[in-house]
């Protein structure tokens, strides 16, 4: 065959957790559509579906050049028959029709309107659309009632919808940071998520907060969250207590991706006038939203907090994450929330699957030997996973 000649041979390991992803990508239209049909099929809770449209789309990731071929693909581990097809149209085509008809569908725009709410999952999105409520002016007429999380993302919605940049993660720690080590001395706030993979923007920002003495971390958020709020600086916020010791079912049994760490999810208020010391404390919470923006001399009075006068504002909300460890599962925490989140998932399929282990951001479990292994690093836990080190930027998967 003429195809043959000319084929590329790739050669991927089956696990992202065994490949190096970096955010430099050859493939990205190819990746790009089958991201859509994954996000499609999160959005419709169809996991299966979604997981291996991941898949297919990370090992495209992972190659070193682009596929310009359906012959370049033989031998690559998977990609299903969906997602062959979805790739050959592209490759022939430019695009897919399936790609292009699900991203302009109806339901398709309005779950990922509702969704873009924070506190809004594919399940409440689902039950308003059943209802006909598909716009965010529909959800406000419908007098819906809305819980606390999904007033402020619905408040703060346009801002949440803008990429993070590195420069606004690295002030809000700073403002983390001092607070954190106000209330405990010693702390260590380590920033994860995709900011510790290297990439320059993120959809919020993600904090692991841990003590060198075991036990000193206990209770922390509360009072961290108590303080950032009395110096204005949270806009929403919801602190849940670690509940990993008092668990009976154990860390093997946990779901994919839930943890019992103390945590705070937060929304933020990001000072962004340049005339303003990020130091400085911005105001008290005790003022109303239209008082607060009075100080600043370019803004005039009567200032919305959002729609259309947005860029008069002096500050932006953010989605900020804050986790707590205890120091003795910290690898364990550090490694689950670095991501990606398909990273993680192949991770923990690796462990499971091929080394009868139980890996979850608290501990890692030996089924056969029944017993817990110890890791004071990420290296460590690689490596009692039979797995060759890879350094957070190159877990883009
Ligand atoms: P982005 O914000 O830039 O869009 O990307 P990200 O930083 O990779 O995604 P993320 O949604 O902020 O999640 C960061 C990591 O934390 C990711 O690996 C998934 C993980 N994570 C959660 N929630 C939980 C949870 O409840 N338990 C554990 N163990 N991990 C979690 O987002
Ligand atoms: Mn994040
Ligand atoms: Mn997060």
New binding site residues.
Partial sequence: QINEAAAVVFSVPSYACQRRTTLQNHNTVLTEALSLLAENAELNEEDGRAIAFRRSEAVLKALPKAVTNLADLRGLPCLGEHSLKIIKDVLKDGVSSEVETTRQSDRYKALKVLTGIFGVGAKTADRWIKMGISTLHQLQASGQTLNQAQQAGLEHYEDLNQP?AKAEADAIGDVVQKVVLSVLPGALITL????R?G?P??????FLITHPEEGREVGLLPKVASLLKSQGFLLYQKTTRNSYLESDDGPARLSS???R?E?CFSIFKLEMNPGTTRSGTPRSSSRTESQSDDHSPQTPGGVHENGLESRRRSWRAV?V?L?VSPISQFAF?LL??????L??REMRRWAGHEKAMSL??HALYDTKQRRYLRAASEEEIFAHLGLEYIPPSQRNA
């Fill in positions: 993070v994860i998520g995709g900011f993979r990439k923007t993120g959809h919020d920002v993600d991706n839930m943890d760490f945590r989605r994450d986790v925490a689950g929330w670095t991501g990606s989140k990273f993680e979850s951001s």
